[in-house]
């Protein structure tokens, strides 16, 4: 257990639609961290968070936005589904600041129907 | 953008065998880190490499960090059926500031029928 929890652990929807994947860190840890996983692209960084504030973009679409809150806790929030935002979505948590290790949540799998 | 290039891209063991994977980038990386995955599980961290020539070992596992900065092998002794699932590399290059990481497609080891 990496102590990065996920919610939902899966998720179906229909195109066009408007979900929201939540993460909450390690305790302690002030840096999120999103990724997209699906089998032809592999791991994608898609946006980091470092309390509260956006720090890093990535393979981000304009449909997405992501936003960490006080509590640091994350969600990311995707909209206008389409068939190929099906994959598994990650998030990691970074604690010292000294160090660039990365602990994942179990990930949502997202299925666009 | 930096890419990362992880061979083989599938393997089979045997128990007891020993293997070996390896990452190969045009670019520099100052963190290496490895990670294994699951079916459905999100990445789990086995071992970080923070400096050039670094050998780090975690039980049956050994990594190092290329002196060349540009690469970096994983090396699994006297496999068990449990070694089973995808190992990534990933690295932080230069620049990265909080660090996204690029990772590479992924090593799969199966049992050998």
């Known amino acids: 257990d990496s102590g990065v929890t996920q919610t939902p652990k899966h998720l179906i929807t229909a195109t066009g639609q408007r979900v929201t994947l939540r993460c909450s860190p390690r305790s302690g840890d002030l840096s999120v961290y999103w990724y997209q996983q699906s089998l032809d692209q592999g791991l994608q960084f898609l946006i980091q968070?470092?309390?509260?504030?956006?720090?890093a973009k990535g393979n981000i679409l304009e449909r997405f936005s992501a936003q960490q809150f006080p509590d640091l806790h994350s969600e990311l929030n995707l909209s206008s589904l389409e068939l190929g935002d099906s994959a598994l979505y990650f998030c990691?948590?970074?604690?010292?600041?000294?160090?660039?290790?990365?602990?994942f949540g179990p990930g949502t799998r997202l299925t666009v129907l | 953008g930096q890419q990362l290039n992880q061979s083989p891209q599938s393997m089979f063991i045997q128990e007891g065998e020993d293997v070996s994977m390896n990452c190969t980038s045009s670019s520099i990386f100052n963190t290496w880190l490895w990670y294994k995955q699951d079916p459905g599980e999100g990445p789990v961290l086995l071992i970080a490499?923070?400096?050039?020539?670094e050998l780090t070992s975690n039980g049956r596992l050994t990594a190092q960090f290329g002196i060349t900065r540009k690469d970096s092998f994983l090396n699994i002794s006297a496999s068990i059926p449990s070694d089973v699932g995808i190992y990534f590399c990933a690295g932080l290059g230069y620049g990265g500031s909080q660090g996204n990481l690029i990772f590479g497609k992924g090593t799969k080891l199966s049992v050998k029928p």
């Open positions: 490499l923070y400096k050039a020539g």
């Open positions: 990691a948590s970074r604690g010292d600041r000294f160090t660039d290790t990365q602990y």
């Open positions: 968070y470092y309390n509260g504030e956006e720090r």
